[in-house]
């Protein structure tokens, strides 16, 4: 059985979640609707390092993801809708735009963070994220 190396608290309906990655929190800001996602992170200056991205869709798909206005660098970790870490794109560069980043998988879930954070914090395919406390009530 595969550690599970997240856990997710949320104390009020005001504050963010929060994922715990190999003991690391992650602020989570939610990107549920069409026009949150295709907005995502851009026009941002910086990423706070406690904070990422969580994308939320209805179904598994191969979605894509760029880095139009991006201003950072960033790691993009592919999630499955059992909550395992399914592809990791590392290092996305702003200049790559107009690239098209996917997933080798369908994913369900998209969590964006800072260039750095996977290596940093030894995420690997195959981990078993806990978002259920996260996405109930969404």
Known sequence: MRDRITSISKESAQQ???????????????AR???????GLSGRTVLPENQGMLFLYDEPG??????????????IIWIDENYII???TKDVLPGSFPQIFQSQKPAQ???EVNAGFVEKNSVE??????????????
């Open 33 to 39: 609707t069409s026009e949150e996602q295709m907005r």
């Open 109 to 111: 879930y998209v969590l």
């Open 62 to 75: 191969f979605y894509s993801f760029w880095m139009k206005d991006m201003q950072f660098p960033i790691d």
């Open 125 to 138: 395919i195959g981990n078993i994220l806990d978002l259920s406390e996260a996405l109930s009530g969404y």
């Open 16 to 30: 963010p979640p929060t994922i715990q990655i190999n003991g690391w929190p992650v602020e989570i800001l939610l």
């Open 86 to 88: 399914i592809d990791i």
